[in-house]
């Protein structure tokens, strides 16, 4: 619905006050307001935080630095700052021009309601070919913000090509308070996500990926708080990138006292060459305020991720099987069919072979690019098994890594020219292989071509997609004037491709992998149904891991198997009652030799599958609140809530025992404080204002290390 009067418009979450030049963006929880100055040819941050009155709003001031001669006139809160003229904080926006001059001098043109809650700034050069559009939208009944920016090379055919040296989603200004944490992860392969939280430095904090793939090592977001915030209550703001390819997050905190974020694809140094009439359309950067706490602020994206990211956000996800801790690189017809047996035995949904079915895939040394099933291991193909695994019930699935190609295969004997290079260096072999150059066209429909045959002549309902490398020696394109676009490029070319192959089969359901977690983004989440979140399969080191990844992402998306005890990883020996509560946490999957388990490993095992099943709507498709975090007490727990309140479901992880008092209960969230809970495995009855004002009584736990419960609630009455 649009309402107008004669100085001020409305539309759905976007509101104009044309006189001021103020827009505001508006949800149930906050508003973002900007004001246009067209003399200057800014647009300047006004406030985002508390919801406003419009009327209120336009007559704001904006704030600005002390006005002497070496202070940035607007640092800190132009919505994108360009470099050039008197700015000299982190630039949105850094051009090369064809004569090699770097300054942009911008103006506004206005605003344009690109439809319902989507309004976009139109910017351009005052002299020079470019022009940039700052997208704003606000999903409806969402409660993020949605910025992305167009750029266009202006100038006539013929004109030479400018270069974007960093042309960001967006400049995310925050308000002035007088101290400030950055929350962000780290980590590396098997150990992703570790959460930190600190004072940003006053100067410019970076986070970033230089190569190639978002990586373990941090990930493409970040909260903010005003140092006040817990996991309930406080200010906090979070923003995230959805890029798949190399990014830069630079928080600056400036003396002055201004903090913000600027949210970039590419590192350092990445130019993307843009064409006379060329347009660049940056990957999306999504952004929310709550007053309280983090736990709300991910619940949003959580929310967000399910409803605007992801294919198919309504579906359960199933209970898969994977091979790869079982039979590692030595899958055969006959050691599948077994595991598959068991699998569907237990309940599981859906089997999936990983590496080790195609070429000449002994070990990690050759192989990859020759995408026929090894003659030794499957001599009569991959045919037989996926029948039988349908015939016993579930969908059949396959490991894939496209975008790579061991040099001992004859892929690479046909076309050493595709791989990411520059013919003078050596080419850097990490895990015997080299990366797939999918900017390229004729690499990708390579790709899309026997993927389709792969897929087609078995039946395939599932790819788990790997990448288990980063790159190096990637420079200018194809001879092109753009240093290193490969780093974005390739993430492009990937996504293009996902979106051909699920458009052609639109049952194939898609697993994201990158050695374990080292591609979790919104970029990539929009083309798959999952992702494995980790190599580790360890449930204590999982509980930290699974931790950080839902700090962003929902439990919908987080696949986690149970492997054999001890761990292959750590060594650690884990109850099988613990390592499924870990696992239960998220999307359940079964990972371990099923062969070698115990009948009442099994028949444990099949009990915990179909518990599973019960709560599997509530876990992966209600609210998440964190009510003990790892590492900050003997106790961990995890509550899951469905979105009416009728039923919860809550984790409780004991990894190390110890003679102390007694835990206190556990204060549930968001439940029906008239209704009344029954447990449904004690048959105790409690009102919901007794479990969130007194708590719910920390379960009985085994004694010893890893000890762990779950606990199922349902409103009755
Ligand atoms: C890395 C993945 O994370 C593992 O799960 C497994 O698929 C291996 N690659 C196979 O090479």
Not at 30 to 38: A, K, S
Not at 469 to 494: C, I, K, M, N, Q
Request: net charge negative; hydrophobic share 40%; charged share 25%.
């Amino acid at each position: 619905m649009s309402a107008q009067t004669t100085a001020q418009l409305h539309h759905g979450a976007v509101e104009i006050d044309e006189p001021s030049g103020t827009v505001l963006l508006r949800t149930a929880t906050w508003c973002y307001v900007l004001r246009v100055d067209f003399d200057e040819g800014t647009v300047r941050h006004v406030h985002w935080g508390a919801p406003l009155p419009l009327a209120d709003a336009a007559r704001l001031p904006v704030w600005a630095e002390h006005d002497d001669s070496f202070a940035g006139r607007s640092d800190g809160v132009e919505e994108y700052p360009v470099e050039g003229g008197a700015r000299f904080g982190v630039p949105a926006l850094e051009v090369r021009f064809a004569d090699g001059s770097n300054p942009v001098e911008p103006g506004v043109e206005g605003w344009r309601i690109v439809r319902e809650s989507h309004v976009a700034i139109l910017q351009r050069d005052r002299s020079r070919p470019l022009a940039w559009e700052l997208h704003y939208r606000v999903q409806p009944g969402g409660d993020m913000l949605e910025r992305w920016t167009e750029l266009t090379h202006t100038g006539q055919a013929g004109a030479q090509a400018l270069l974007l040296r960093r042309s960001a989603a967006a400049h995310w200004p925050l308000p002035q308070r007088a101290d400030w944490r950055l929350s962000s992860v780290h980590g590396g392969w098997s150990a992703e996500n570790r959460l930190e939280r600190c004072p940003p430095a006053v100067g410019e904090t970076t986070l970033t990926s230089r190569r190639g793939h978002t990586g373990h090592h941090a990930a493409p977001w970040v909260m903010l708080d005003a140092a006040g915030a817990a996991e309930e209550s406080g200010e906090v703001w979070a923003m995230a990138l959805a890029a798949g390819g190399s990014w830069r997050l630079t928080v600056q905190r400036t003396a002055a006292g201004r903090v913000g974020v600027v949210a970039s694809e590419g590192h350092e140094g990445v130019e993307i060459a843009l064409p006379p009439g060329g347009r660049h359309i940056t990957p999306v950067s999504v952004a929310v305020y709550s007053p309280d706490g983090f736990g709300a602020v991910s619940r949003a994206f959580h929310t967000y991720v399910r409803r605007h990211v992801l294919p198919h956000p309504d579906e359960l996800r199933p209970i898969l099987y994977n091979s790869w801790e079982a039979t590692s690189f030595e899958v055969s017809e006959e050691n599948q069919l077994a595991l598959a047996r068991r699998a569907a035995d237990l309940g599981v949904e859906l089997f999936v072979v990983d590496d080790g079915w195609f070429g000449t895939r002994d070990d990690d040394r050759s192989g990859l690019g020759d995408w026929t099933p090894h003659p030794r291991r499957f001599p009569r193909g991959l045919r037989p098994l996926a029948d039988e695994v349908h015939r016993l019930g579930m969908a059949f699935g396959v490991w894939v890594e496209p975008e790579m190609v061991n040099a001992d295969s004859d892929l690479y004997r046909a076309h050493p020219d595709w791989v990411v290079h520059l013919p003078d260096r050596s080419a850097t072999e990490l895990r015997h292989q080299l990366v797939l150059d999918f900017s390229r066209s004729e690499v990708t429909d390579w790709a899309y071509g026997w993927l389709c045959d792969l897929i087609g002549d078995h039946d395939v309902d599932f790819l788990k997609w790997d990448f288990n490398r980063s790159f190096t020696e990637a420079g200018a394109h194809a001879g092109g004037p753009d240093a290193r676009s490969v780093y974005v490029e390739h993430a492009r070319g990937l996504y293009r491709l996902l979106d051909r192959l699920r458009a052609t089969f639109p049952r194939l359901r898609v697993e994201g992998c990158a050695g374990g977690g080292g591609r979790i983004d919104l970029g990539m989440l929009g083309r798959s149904d999952q992702v494995w979140t980790s190599d580790n399969t360890d449930a204590v080191d999982r509980l930290t891991i699974q931790h950080g990844f839902g700090q962003i992402h929902p439990a919908a998306v987080m696949s986690a198997w149970v492997t054999d005890s001890p761990n292959p990883l750590t060594g650690r020996a884990v109850p099988l009652a613990f390592r499924f509560h870990s696992a239960m946490a998220g999307v359940l999957g079964l990972g371990g030799d099923l062969t070698k388990w115990s009948a009442r490993e099994l028949s444990e095992a099949a009990r915990l599958v179909a518990q599973y099943k019960d709560i599997r709507p509530v876990v992966q498709h209600g609210l998440q609140y964190r009510l003990l975090a790892p590492g900050q007490g003997s106790l961990t727990a995890v509550q899951y809530a469905s979105a009416d309140a009728d039923r919860v479901v809550v984790f409780v992880w004991r990894p190390t025992a110890s003679f102390g008092p007694g835990h206190p209960p556990l204060r549930l969230r968001a439940l029906d404080v008239r209704g009344r809970y029954r447990d449904e495995d004690t048959g105790a009855v409690w009102t919901g204002q007794t479990l969130m004002g007194y708590g719910l009584p920390v379960p009985r736990l085994p004694a010893g290390d890893c000890a762990s419960a779950l606990v199922r609630l349902r409103r009755v009455g």
